[in-house]
T-cell receptor, first 117, second 112 residues
Framework: GAVVSQHPSRVICKSGTSVKIECRSLDFQATTMFWYRQFPKQSLMLMATSNEGSKATYEQGVEKDKFLINHASLTLSTLTVTSAHPEDSSFYIC?????????????FGSGTRLTVV | GQQLNQSPQSMFIQEGEDVSMNCTSSSIFNTWLWYKQDPGEGPVLLIALYKAGELTSNGRLTAQFGITRKDSFLNISASIPSDVGIYFCAGQGNNAGNMLTFGGGTRLMVKP
């Protein structure tokens, strides 16, 4: 089945630094990947849609200069949290959809727990 | 925008009992998905529904895509301790970006 690998699973960084999170589709190609943010005991909130070879589409209220998204290939999207602050601490999850396979369900990565100190 | 109302928000049941949760929407969806999320992990797809009226099973799990395309339910039969987690419904409507809309989640706790 479709597998999405997300790395790192946990990261602690200092305020003001930048953190890059990778999302890879391991056995399928994904022209579109999605980035979510999840606060404790809450549902997933879509941040942006990552489009291969073009600019990401950001949801209302999400700062595109703060959360840089790059989708350079059909199997890799990256989310960079720039100049991180403690309020950016959260659980970030990516997902991708295998458009060619029989299973059209969206597959999620295992998430990245970001803690900014 | 589209909203998904998921209920109940939480359930505390005895092992062996059946569980039912549902999602309703103010607008039509083309696809309904049910996910389970364990602590510190990403959601894992349980069942995907693509047609109105569709009833699909996956082991002890059964889900249905409502006829009106505005609702879906998930049933878990004979619950076991490893069923503990948060269950999310998600719908995909007529949006160009193929984005999913998530319900608020149902936190399931099973007492052995």
């Amino acid at each position: 089945g479709a597998v999405v690998s997300q790395h790192p699973s946990r990261v602690i960084c200092k305020s003001g630094t930048s953190v890059k999170i990778e999302c890879r589709s391991l056995d399928f190609q994904a022209t579109t990947m999605f980035w979510y943010r999840q606060f404790p005991k809450q549902s997933l909130m879509l941040m942006a849609t990552s489009n291969e070879g073009s600019k990401a589409t950001y949801e209302q209220g999400v700062e595109k200069d703060k959360f840089l998204i790059n989708h350079a290939s059909l199997t890799l999207s990256t989310l960079t949290v720039t100049s991180a602050h403690p309020e950016d601490s959260s659980f970030y999850i990516c997902s991708a959809r295998d458009m060619l396979g029989m299973n059209y369900g969206y597959t999620f990565g295992s998430g990245t727990r970001l803690t900014v100190v | 925008g589209q909203q998904l109302n998921q209920s109940p928000q939480s359930m505390f049941i005895q092992e062996g009992e059946d569980v039912s949760m549902n999602c309703t929407s103010s607008s039509i969806f083309n696809t309904w998905l049910w996910y389970k999320q364990d602590p510190g992990e990403g959601p894992v797809l349980l069942i995907a529904l693509y047609k109105a009226g569709e009833l699909t099973s996956n082991g002890r799990l059964t889900a249905q895509f409502g006829i009106t395309r505005k609702d879906s339910f998930l049933n878990i039969s004979a619950s076991i301790p490893s069923d503990v987690g948060i269950y999310f419904c998600a719908g995909q409507g007529n949006n160009a970006g193929n984005m999913l809309t998530f319900g608020g989640g149902t936190r399931l706790m099973v007492k052995p």
